[in-house]
């Protein structure tokens, strides 16, 4: 009997978010702080474009890269938001979710062996998308000390003479943590030097809450015409189910993008983007609202886990933190499922975002107050329970 | 800061200080201090209960009101206004632009009540020259807030 399956896809390690998400599931009356999306609705009026984009009935395919209205909106948000000029008609092209775009830039830029840098704690696909792509991931490991930030000697050590692209996730999931513009420049000075590619995923770059205006890599001169920048609808504009992101970057490499997401998907689902147009032209203001509203939970949360004694260094970005449980002397999934069984509140163990996430647990205030007050009664509770038997 | 203690006190009156200056990342007592000196200032009027009445076994009627008047001389539509809004029946007068001059919101038990207060009491009135009544006949949102059965959180309880 011929082999069934594909060794690669066997061989990718099932995501360590998805076994956390069974045991959760079986559990009765469990309250989570385990969403990795925003808790507001998409606001009424990009869904209300939605609706009436369905009843004009367009309901046909895109362009395969997207429509050109949308196109203009997402380098016009880019121009004034970074300053930082695309061409609509080349150099973008609309994606499902960032995800996607992560997926379609590694197989439009690696060929077998090329390495590329991963950041972890992060986002769980880009090592396998990496795999997929015949890429070999490098992993390199964020700490606590620098707020989880990339740091320059950190990523001298891991490159060589066969890397190729550097992934750059931030404002980071799981960890929150921001680069400024300035820790930035330092980036950007070795990956000119040593001439490799970017991907920068930039998903969170709304939730900033340093009070500074967001910084993009590509704002580096240099660096726009090495970097792919993805970014997407879901956490800015609560936008998570309609699944749309978009990835901008050198015609060259998008061409090729294009082509690989044509022959995958076609195009991006209509419907989302005719209402991300609006999302993207009157927006700004609710992205906002939402902003304030995160910040102030962040606030909330940071100030309670100070309260109950849990060490958490102060995230800037995102809608989590990433909290260091190493005291208790258990791992990360050990500490999430006592949690879980003992007061019946999920969070994510941290090692569920690469090895480097052991010892941390990652929280999402994306909840209402309500709820986190609730939760976090219930985690003060069980960690008092744990220091008094340590005693 | 005043303008984000009144964003987070319009929607939740009830929070505790505490809280509220946790969230603004503010002192307790610079909060205290900014809603006792709101209070004094009547920017803040008070704290109310938004209540669905319908859920309740409690009849209440409501009707707005569209009230013409004419201004005399010494007396000017503020002056009209409070001989309106002094009554206890009286939920909200607003003074308006276009076809009429104020909007008043009238509470009662039965539409009976309502209408005997607008031909006994409004109506009479010597600035009044007419009134129009429509009674609401249901809520569907009050003060930003859908009436409604609350929503459900929608979302997977673990996601990356």
Redesign the interface.
Known sequence: MKKILSDRAVGLKPSGIRKFFDIVNTMEGAISLGVGEPDFETPWFIREEGIYSLEKGRTFYTSNAGLKELKVEITKYLKRRFGVTYDPDHEVTVTVGGSEGIDVACRALLNPGDEVIIPQPSYVSYEPCVILADGVPVILELKEENRFKLTKEDLLKKITPRTKLLVLPFPNNPTGSVMTRKELEEIAEVIIEKDILVLSDEIYTELTYTGAEPASITQIPGMRERTVLINGFSKAYAMTGWRLGYACGPEEIIRQMIKVHQFAIMCAPTTSQYAAVVAMRDGDQEVAKMRESYNQRRRYVLSRLKEMNLPCYEPEGAFYVFPNISRFHMTSEEFATKLLTEQKVAVVPGNAFGDSGEGFIRISYAYSLKQLKEALGRIEKFIGKLDGKAD | MRE?IL??IEK?AR?DIH?LA????ESETSVANEIAEMEKEHIICGYHTLINWENTSDEKVVALIEVKVTPQRGMGFDKIAERIYQYDEVNAVYLMSGAFDFTVFIEGRTMREVAQFVSDKLAPLDSVLSTATHFVLKKYKDHGTILSTP?Q?E??????
């Open positions: 984000k964003a987070v939740n929070i809280d946790t969230l603004l990342g929503e959180d979302r997977q309880l673990i996601t990356p």
